[in-house]
């Protein structure tokens, strides 16, 4: 949240050049409150394992949000309980009338695929199109990421020779970018992905920028510099066990999978891994709430 000082105080230059977020009196006095209404896109088939990862993600911050989730309806879910996708979730044609301070789509295991051979990929793309009009700003997750990055700008994905799989080290392009206000210039996140997009491509495009990135693991963070949208190629959101789950989930169905790099402690399986990016995690997921819906929705939304 902002600081609230007085509209000339002579700190207040200085603490927007290091890239913190002050409101002068004049400006608060006219803001209105109100709930966030965000929209959760859940692609994953394990869906009530995502569904914690992202609400506590969200519920670091002061701000009130009102959740609503979503699927596919082309897509049956074959991994969650059919009572819980019908006590919980509602499908775009449910909401599609409505609008929404923020959208956030998920990954989803189908990176092996072209694009257009998701057998959602249609209406995930109306799903897109619709956020352009409808929705203040939308957060793209690993898969979704490129699928967005290739639904609105043409930027193709490339399949990896290995998995990129474990906790990479990042560093920051532009420090000033508000999704990024509070990180240290080096920071961990995780990365599980069999596809990636790349720098050179995504430099062509010049209403991208490529705001974090890994010398391992390539492009991490990239923003539209409208800000309407957020492009995250990692797993931020993931708690300390989701790669050790995902390692030997692979092993017992005897894939040929790495043990993840830089996760457990001296790279022993059997040895309980740390969590260091939770940190990290909390300040994106509020960064863009705050940054890019709050400060930037109307009130009457409608």
Same mark, same amino acid.
């Given at each position: 949240m902002p600081v609230n000082i007085p509209d000339n105080l002579p700190a207040a230059d200085i603490l927007r050049e290091e890239n913190i977020f002050v409101m002068t009196e004049s400006?608060? &006095?006219?803001? =209105?409150?109100?709930?966030?209404?965000?929209?959760?896109?859940? &692609?994953?088939?394990?869906?009530?394992?995502?569904?914690?990862?992202?609400?506590?993600?969200?519920?670091? @911050?002061?701000?009130?949000?009102?959740?609503?989730?979503?699927?596919? &309806?082309?897509?049956?879910?074959?991994?969650?309980?059919?009572?819980? &996708?019908?006590?919980?979730?509602?499908t775009f044609e449910d909401v599609r009338h409505k609008r929404f301070d923020g959208l956030i789509i998920t990954g989803a295991p189908v990176e092996m695929l =072209?694009?257009?051979?998701?057998?959602?990929?249609?209406?995930? @793309?109306?799903?897109? =199109?619709?956020?352009?009009?409808?929705?203040?700003?939308?957060l793209y997750i690993c898969w979704s990421a490129q699928a967005g990055l290739y639904h609105h700008y043409g930027v193709p994905k490339y399949v990896l020779q290995n998995k990129q799989f474990g906790i990479f080290s990042h560093i920051l392009n532009n420090q000033k970018a508000p999704i990024v206000r509070g990180f240290d210039d080096e920071f961990l996140a995780p990365h599980s992905r069999h596809t990636e997009v790349r720098r050179d491509d995504i430099q062509k495009v010049p209403q991208l920028e490529i705001v974090a990135e890994s010398p391992l693991a390539g492009v991490y963070l990239i923003r539209d510099l409208a800000s309407r949208r957020i492009f995250v190629t990692g797993h931020s959101e993931y708690d300390a066990f989701t790669l050790k789950s995902e390692y030997e989930r692979d092993r017992a169905k005897g894939m040929d999978i790495r043990i993840p790099f830089n996760y457990f402690p001296n790279d022993d399986p059997s040895q309980t891994p740390r969590m260091r990016w939770k940190s990290h995690a909390n300040l994106l997921f509020s960064n863009w709430l705050n940054y890019y819906v709050y400060q930037e929705t109307p009130y009457d939304i409608d």
């Open positions: 400006r608060a &006095l006219h803001q =209105d409150i109100r709930p966030l209404r965000l929209l959760l896109l859940n &692609l994953m088939p394990v869906k009530i394992t995502t569904e914690t990862h992202l609400l506590r993600m969200l519920s670091n @911050t002061p701000l009130q949000v009102e959740i609503t989730l979503i699927n596919t &309806l082309s897509h049956l879910s074959t991994h969650t309980p059919i009572e819980h &996708l019908r006590t919980f979730y509602k =072209d694009f257009e051979e998701v057998d959602y990929w249609d209406e995930l @793309t109306h799903i897109m =199109d619709w956020a352009t009009r409808n929705v203040t700003s939308t």
